[in-house]
């Protein structure tokens, strides 16, 4: 069964870090581009950052540029969000989702996703 699953979420005050995970299941990981999203309480949803199939090319929201990092490893089945120099506006409910397609775009067409994961950003 195709499923995406994210975990790392948590609390963590300003200026900390994480690191979020997104186990997939399914399919061949290395055909797709995987994208990083987020929705906060009463926002949209906002592409956070993408990542190609080979890991070639990797897209960034100007929000996270310089403090966000997206990776992959394939032989893992898992797609990596390294989260540096955390703000309280960077609290939200993040996913992962797969693209249809392996090149990254933060407003492709992605069809598939996980449930999310809670990060907040706090003293």
């Known amino acids: 069964q195709l499923q995406l699953v994210e975990s790392g979420g948590g609390l963590v005050q300003p200026g900390g870090s994480l690191r979020l995970s997104c186990a997939t299941f399914?399919?061949?990981?290395?055909?797709?581009?995987i994208g990083w999203f987020r929705q906060a309480p009463g926002k949209e949803r906002e592409g956070v950052s993408c990542?190609?199939?080979?890991?070639?090319?990797?897209n960034y929201a100007d929000s996270v540029k310089g403090r966000f990092t997206i990776s992959r490893d394939d032989a893992k089945n898992r797609v990596y969000l390294q989260m540096n120099s955390l703000k309280p506006e960077d609290t939200a409910i993040y996913y992962c989702a797969r693209s249809r397609g392996p090149m990254c775009a933060l407003d492709g067409d992605y069809n598939y996703w996980g449930q999310g994961t809670q990060v907040t950003v706090s003293s």
């Open positions: 990542i190609s199939y080979n890991g070639a090319n990797t």
């Open positions: 399914g399919f061949t990981l290395d055909y797709y581009a």
